[in-house]
């Protein structure tokens, strides 16, 4: 089947839909003055928002790589993480320190992520 | 169909099998005293650990992303690794330097697999 | 089915096709005395022969994690990625600075991608 892109421009999809997993791009937070719970939210509600648009949600998050630029933002990051997966649902992740492109960015996210079962393309229907 | 999480707490689940794919989070080395043999070998087992857990083997790692914290552990890292994956049956990898979240750790790795054939979940059986 | 293994070493396979995801290791430029255009160059044209020889194309790449030596690059980097992804075919990507393994290496990609649909492994025929 076709693969479905979704914020395209000339240098990146922001996200493509493969069969049922789906790829997102490195995802940070226009907010560049926040402090690192703000930009933890914020760009996690973009991931959010990438994965509703695709017809997933954030129970359905495979693995997140987490690329922090300062060491003391470790733990203001993990209580806006720790909070905001549901109980049971949290994806894989790996966390390091790197230096991002933006020095302002205080962290950047790549996820992989699936479709629910019933939003699976060519899954049988679930009803008659 | 569902997926399959291994090692839940609340921040992350270890491993994630959906379909055929095998999703494990960052592994690294309780033995924080250990050098790089060490780590490196209690890493890799930990990943075998998880990798028969979910029903497959070290011959069937799709990739490794190998984020190592001192230059001067490469030759000793991949001296394990070398002698670690049968012949024949090494898996993709990449292996930069990254400053890791514990001081004390000297690598880790974040894998990809897949289930073996026979094991793969809607697979067809290979015998009536 | 199956996995696919391209350019085999002890250490490593290059390329493992699995269903129809391509999995790529970490690809640099042999080109060590070479600038950034002339490595980045380098080292998608590497990349797309390796998606050739599995039967796919660089209309197909699903993601590109870029792992920068020098920020210094980051523009020289984007002139040639810009023009080398067909319009509307750019993959998902993510680029942040980091310490390569040889110092001379100025960047490493790392590659996920996919079969075309008439080359999938497995799929229905398009015609009878």
Redesign the interface.
């Known amino acids: 089947?076709?693969?479905s892109?979704y914020g395209?421009?000339?240098?990146?999809?922001?996200?493509?839909v493969?069969?049922?997993?789906i790829?997102?791009?490195?995802q940070v937070s226009d907010n560049t003055a926040g402090d690192i719970e703000a930009q933890t939210l914020d760009v996690l509600s973009g991931i959010e928002k990438l994965l509703l648009e695709a017809g997933s949600d954030r129970k359905?998050v495979?693995?997140v790589?987490i690329?922090l630029a300062h060491?003391a933002d470790?733990e203001g990051m993990?209580r806006v993480?720790?909070s905001w997966f549901p109980?049971?649902h949290?994806?894989?992740?790996?966390?390091?320190?790197?230096?991002?492109?933006n020095p302002d960015w205080r962290l950047?996210m790549?996820v992989?992520a699936?479709l629910p079962?019933g939003a699976r393309p060519g899954a049988p229907a679930l009803k008659a």
């Open positions: 089947m076709p693969l892109r395209v421009v000339r240098r990146r999809s922001e996200m493509i493969d069969g049922g997993t790829y997102i791009g490195g359905n495979l693995s790589r690329l060491r470790y993990n993480w720790d109980e049971g949290a994806p894989t992740r790996a966390c390091t320190l790197a230096e991002l492109i950047e790549i992989l699936r079962d």
